[in-house]
């Protein structure tokens, strides 16, 4: 049972594009949302998190957007750069608890 | 200043062998974790120590044996190693349980 669903699973983008990424949970006891930036040979780096009490947090150019109702999430990467070329992980957790819960990830290509 | 680091990086091994994988933190977290990346890129938590205290086991084969002599060292040992085993395995570690999880950059274990 998958409990996030992210898609789609790879996306090409040109330089100075809107890059969407999208994600689906369905447990509703999580309140934790964060999204994982990973590049070839390296682990996965948190990029930007999001709680439920908000609909939108923005770092830079990356923004996530929350809508509890639907349970989706997205990810939100403006004006694309080659170096934002990677794979991109949702995931989704419960308050307290230690076990985070991935999405299928999304290779993300930036052409120039 | 590595954070989170483990050895080896790569590790390529016949089927039946033992091996074992080493995680070490720097940054006085009290919460270690293993996930394994499957070929399709997608993460799964196998286990999580609190304090040298296993919280989460997730149904993992018990050929899977964590170690944890320290709140700043988790080990990995594996016993009969199988093809299916073949992986890249991340260590994380985050504080006092809670989000967010910091990430090693992985050993790619390859069985023959």
């Known amino acids: 049972q998958q409990q996030v669903k992210q898609s789609p699973q790879s996306l090409i983008v040109q330089k100075g594009g809107i890059s969407i990424i999208n994600c689906a949970y369905e447990?509703?006891?999580?309140?934790?949302f964060p999204w994982y930036q990973q590049f070839p040979g390296k682990g996965p780096a948190l990029l930007i998190a999001?709680?439920?009490?908000?609909s939108e947090k923005k770092e830079g150019r990356f923004t996530i957007s929350f809508n509890k109702s639907a349970k989706q999430f997205s990810l939100h990467i403006m004006d694309s750069q080659p170096g934002d070329s990677a794979t991109y992980f949702c995931?989704?957790?419960?308050?307290?608890?230690?076990?985070?819960?991935f999405g299928q990830g999304t290779r993300l290509t930036i052409n120039p | 200043d590595t954070a989170v680091s483990q050895t080896p990086k790569y590790l390529v091994t016949q089927m039946g062998n033992d091996k074992s994988i080493k995680c070490e933190q720097n940054?006085?977290?009290?919460?270690m974790y293993w996930y394994k990346q499957d070929s399709k890129k997608f993460l799964k938590i196998m286990f999580s120590?609190?304090?040298?205290?296993?919280?989460i086991n997730e149904t993992v084969p018990n050929r899977f044996s964590p170690k944890s002599p320290d709140k700043a060292h988790l080990n990995l040992h594996i016993n009969s190693l199988e093809l299916g085993d073949s992986a890249v395995y991340f260590c994380?570690?985050?504080?006092?349980?809670?989000?967010?999880?910091?990430f090693g950059d992985g050993t790619r274990l390859s069985i023959l």
């Open positions: 120590y609190n304090n040298k205290e296993l919280i």
């Open positions: 940054l006085g977290h009290d919460t």
């Open positions: 995931a989704a957790a419960k308050q307290g608890a230690q076990k985070l819960v």
């Open positions: 447990n509703t006891a999580f309140d934790y």
């Open positions: 994380a570690s985050s504080l006092r349980g809670n989000q967010p999880q910091h």
């Open positions: 999001i709680r439920p009490d908000v």
